[in-house]
């Protein structure tokens, strides 16, 4: 067999994360990444110890937590030669003649993938996203296609092709200055057709699955982060492979230093999560990469992105910083309220109702027992962000043609406003937006805006420095309305565990005032406030139809185009 693979056989074989993170290191100091290379070495860390691992082991047992099961060179070069194999074999490139990538050749390269990926497996379980996976099993998952298709066309010559990434999808961009867009994956069932299609339907409908136009769009380099922000460390679902995540967080640490996670939202929630779990020395802390990561998707993508938000609620709320997470939440929601919801949207639809049904009502069990019983539902804030959070998910469904909002629904809600006494739902000043003019929205976090135009890749840190002086000016600037900064700059800036103390708690006199866009809430506003809640008109008014022919100022109808989706991680 010939030795086609792009790396010195002298290096394996490879047996340590340095070692491989250094084969990394080196393909992105290129202008040109090798995906099929890099991909096909990540998802045989990946799967090597993830799908082979035995959980069961000792906790005493001592473990180099750098060492990696042996990567030889013959099996490397085996299967990247297999994939260059099946792209040039499939596709005759003497047929194009522009030196761009056509919409014809795009669906011929995810034709190739498609049709030799194997029909019986259940394509959304962990661990089927890298070209590993597929020349060893002919198994991908949707990411995993979109990937192959960008590597094959790098493969062909064609290096035009690049990916597009929203939340929850994945598509291509090609042509001159990346001006065409391609469907070259599924989402749910039935999609396999629209293979070559534009997208533009799909930004048109204003799902959020599409981002309404303003996806990540990624160089080579970004595509680099993108597979490294894929790998799955998980053994199960409960589980992670120590050595993975170690392994992904070290790559994905190059790739923040190289300045390649600077437009990348999610990349910087999956890093902040590995170093909420496992910090490391000198490095930025958690709490400010999740701060980076907002401020990113403020910056590039317009805050259409409402993951962001997730991830630092989701640190707040394991923290037990409960009205610190009521915020995010609501700051979260403030994007949704951009989209039309679609059955498209289930896994955004699956987050929102498990922090509804799920964590706010634990919240609300938490805080009326105990040392700290009713500190949240004696703050008037904390009942604003709990109504501009379902404003939100109202608006969200106001003027789609498939509803979200079920007595699933309205029963947590009822709950957890009954527990606000009217003393203090009194204190929320509710205007109404009748002119949904959205100029005005001022609920979002008007504070962090004075640092969206900064230049977020300086925000770095000297090991030498205990902390980063743009750093902690970033995360005064965006957390002060977040977090009491008495705690929050404790250990190295990150936030004291446990709830905040009345006794240093700021007392801020004027009341909250709160802007309702959603028709369903503006109806709800008397009955909210009132001095004794009629909770079963609270619940007919939630779950009625919503009023499906209003629409947004400005706006075109949005329609539900797309059809079922399959379940994905958000890792992918």
Known sequence: MANILPVDPKVF???????????????????????ALLSIIAGAVENSMTCNKNIASNENEIYDEQKLPSLQYNILNALYTKFHSIIKGSIDVTQYKSKYAT??????????????????????????QSLYSYMTGNKLDCFGVAFAVVAGCQVLGFNDVH?????DHAWVLFGENSQETAEVTWHGKG?????????????????????NGYPITCNRHMEVAALVSSINPSLTVTTDCLEVSMFQQELLWLLYDMGYLDKYPMALGNLA??????????????????????????????NMHVYPYTYQAGYFYRHNL???????????????????????????????????NELIPHIMKVVSSGHNAHSLLKDPECFADLLRFYDGICMWEEGSQTPVLHIGWAKPLVNTISKFDSSVRSQVVIINNENHDDSIINNNNDSCKTLENSNISDITMDPKDSIDPKIKALTAACGE?????????????????????????????????????????????????????????????LTAQSQVQFNKKGQAPRDDSMGSRTKRSRRE
Not at 274 to 285: F, I, N, S
Not at 337 to 350: A, F, L, T, V
């Open 191 to 211: 999609s396999e057709d629209k293979r070559g299609q534009s997208v533009e339907s799909g930004i048109n409908s204003r799902s959020w699955l599409y981002v």
């Open 481 to 541: 309305r977040l977090l009491n900064r008495d705690f929050l700059l404790q250990g190295g800036c990150e936030p004291f565990v446990g709830e905040a103390s009345t006794s240093v708690e700021l007392k801020i006199e004027m009341k909250p005032k709160l802007i309702l866009y959603s028709q369903k809430m503006k109806g709800l506003k008397d009955l909210l406030l009132a001095e004794k809640l009629n909770t079963h008109a609270i619940s007919l008014q």
């Open 322 to 356: 409960y009205k610190q997470a009521f915020n995010s939440w609501a700051n979260g929601s403030d994007v949704i309220k951009q989209y039309n919801y679609s059955r498209d949207d289930e896994e955004i639809y699956k987050e929102v109702m498990e922090i509804a």
């Open 163 to 167: 990916l597009a990434l929203s939340e």
């Open 13 to 35: 074989p490879l047996e340590s994360i340095p070692s491989v993170v250094k084969i990394f290191k080196n393909e992105l100091e290129k202008s040109d990444p090798d995906l």
């Open 103 to 128: 919409r014809e050749l795009i669906r011929k390269v995810s034709d190739v993938i498609w049709n030799s990926l194997t029909r019986s497996y259940y394509k959304d379980r962990a661990h089927l």
């Open 273 to 302: 999560e590995l170093e909420e779990l496992k910090p490391t020395d000198g490095r930025v802390p958690c709490f400010s990469l999740l701060q980076q990561g907002i401020l990113t998707a403020r910056k590039y993508y317009n």
